[in-house]
Nanobody, 120 residues
């Protein structure tokens, strides 16, 4: 059975740091494109960072570039999101995602989300 489980959210003051984790089970995370997204109530889900399954290059959204870093631990089948210099506007529910598109079909998985609250 496929699962993505995020952890590490919480409340932090502006300027602080948090590290989110996303543990995958039931499939090899490294075989998928992996990403972090966030969503605020009433707004569309926003892509934060993504790493491709082929070349392993990581891209970041403009709102987090230079402050957030995505990394992977293939042995643990886990991806991380290190968030530094947090701002109140970073407050959201953060989700991880795994996506694989082949000639045989599309597999797309989401975690349950973890709340990040940044106080001013």
């Amino acid at each position: 059975e496929v699962h993505l489980v995020e952890s590490g959210g919480g409340t932090v003051q502006a300027g602080g740091s948090l590290r989110l984790s996303c543990a995958a089970s039931g499939f090899l995370f490294d075989d998928y494109a992996r990403g972090w997204f966030r969503q605020v109530p009433g707004k569309a889900r926003e892509a934060i960072s993504c790493v491709g399954s082929s070349d392993g290059s990581t891209t970041y959204g403009d709102s987090v570039k230079g402050r957030f870093t995505m990394s992977s631990d293939d042995a643990e089948n886990t991806v991380y999101l290190q968030m530094n210099r947090l701002k109140p506007e970073d407050t959201a529910v953060y989700y991880c995602n795994a996506d694989q598109r082949t000639a045989w079909g599309i597999h797309n998985y989401w975690g349950q989300g973890t709340q990040v609250t940044v106080s001013s």
